[in-house]
């Protein structure tokens, strides 16, 4: 009898085990919070010079859940088939903020400003001129953004957000079969120098969660 | 009597111990590197240089163009001259003139905006080097990290106490760091 209870105790437990690395997620916060956590491999910080530089890889499944949500859409077909279009480019979250365990509480737009003439140049780098000073490095090519916007927060945060997108010319291999990427920020306006984010691609692939459409 | 006398060796020990202890503690843990060697063997300074030498080529090459359609244009000028009218030399000479301070303005401007372009560069990557060795020391436990400079701050230490080697390989590690990616 009691062999019995310990036999039906390890089975439940091998059973909540099991079901736990599998990971799975339904909805678009799910996936926000997997893509926002450092220890899944999409988000690399570093700071320097009181400035905390976060550069998050989404992948195309996420970009695609968050057009279905986006456009209202259902259904893995469709879900299938935006994902197919994403994977031709890769996208990147930038996120510029004050690191305030070294004592940086400003806002990051006016960090280490000196008069308004710097903060006109800071608005217009960070608005227009950001895609000149990123590159993204793979095994065989280098890719100059395509897309480059800031999220205007309307001074509701101390942080600036940035997404940027990468594709690849005609004579380029597409970044779809790259295996690595390498993220470089060559920084004109904070005083950080060049920067470089790595993201280990074919293993990010491997511990993505599955979407469950159900 | 002798058990007092006893009691008081024993108390007067256990201060010294105690005394030298915190003695021992309180000293400060001070190390240096070689700020000249730790900078430019950096990755982040090799590659910032490499990115200044483009930046510089490149408006080089552009001088290189203005002042080649400016010598072109003084040699046409030196062909015609004979059979130039006085006043079409005048007109010429102006227009070469203008031309020269274009080309002297061109390069004024180059020359400001690789100055600006090298200090920005340096600084960064100086930012990168300070707010890395203030991490590592904190991380290491270490009070202090001086800096030697060729102008000699510090006349003599022990090599024990020089870190460069170590922090030069942390912080070459720390420039390209990969993001955590779970391993199942």
């Given at each position: 009898m009691k062999s019995a209870l310990w036999k039906t105790c390890f089975f439940c437990l091998l059973i909540i085990f099991c079901s736990s690395c599998g990971k799975e997620i339904s909805t678009l916060s799910e996936f926000n919070s997997f893509v926002s956590d450092s220890e899944n491999g999409l988000k690399v910080s570093k700071s320097v010079n009181g400035v905390l530089i976060s550069v998050i890889y989404t992948p195309p499944e996420y970009i695609s859940l968050k057009e279905m949500e986006l456009h209202g859409f259902k259904g893995k077909e469709k879900y299938d088939s935006l994902l197919n279009n994403n994977k031709a480019s890769a996208s990147f979250l930038m996120i510029f903020g004050p690191d305030e365990s070294k004592?940086?509480?400003?806002d990051i737009m006016y960090?280490?400003?000196?008069n308004f003439k710097e903060y006109v140049e800071r608005a217009m780098t960070l608005n227009f001129d950001l895609e000149q000073q990123i590159t993204l490095s793979t095994e065989e090519n280098d890719y100059l953004p395509v897309l480059s916007s800031l999220e205007n927060t309307y001074g509701l945060s101390k942080d600036r957000k940035i997404n940027i997108v990468f594709t690849s010319l005609?004579?380029?291999?597409?970044?779809?079969?790259?295996?690595k990427y390498d993220f470089i920020y060559s920084d004109e306006?904070?005083?950080?120098?060049i920067l470089h984010f790595e993201f280990d691609k074919e293993k990010i692939e491997e511990n993505l969660p599955e979407i469950n459409f159900q | 009597m002798k058990n007092k006398l006893f009691i008081l060796l024993n108390g007067i020990l256990v201060i010294s111990v105690a005394f030298c202890i915190y003695k021992t503690m309180s000293i400060p843990d001070v190390r240096y590197v070689k700020s000249a060697d730790l900078i430019y063997s950096y990755e982040g300074m090799k590659d910032a240089q490499k990115k200044q030498e483009k930046v510089m080529n490149e408006v080089q090459s552009n001088l290189d163009t203005l002042q080649l359609d400016f010598q072109k244009a003084v040699n046409n000028y030196n062909q015609d001259f004979p059979k130039l009218s006085k006043d079409e030399r005048i007109e010429r000479e102006k227009l070469l003139s203008l031309q020269q301070n274009n080309l002297q303005q061109y390069s004024k401007n180059a020359e400001d905006k690789i100055k600006t372009k090298d200090e920005q560069i340096t600084q960064g990557v100086l930012n990168q080097v300070n707010s890395f060795v203030e991490e590592y020391a904190k991380k290491k436990g270490y009070d202090i990290v001086l800096g030697t400079t060729t102008s000699g701050n510090i006349l003599f230490a022990r090599e024990?106490?020089?870190i460069t080697d170590e922090v030069l390989k942390a912080l070459n590690e720390n420039y390209k760091t990969e993001a955590n990616t779970v391993e199942e």
């Open positions: 004592g940086n509480k400003d960090t280490g400003l000196k005609k004579e380029q291999k597409n970044l779809k079969e790259a295996m306006t904070y005083d950080v120098g | 024990q106490m020089d």
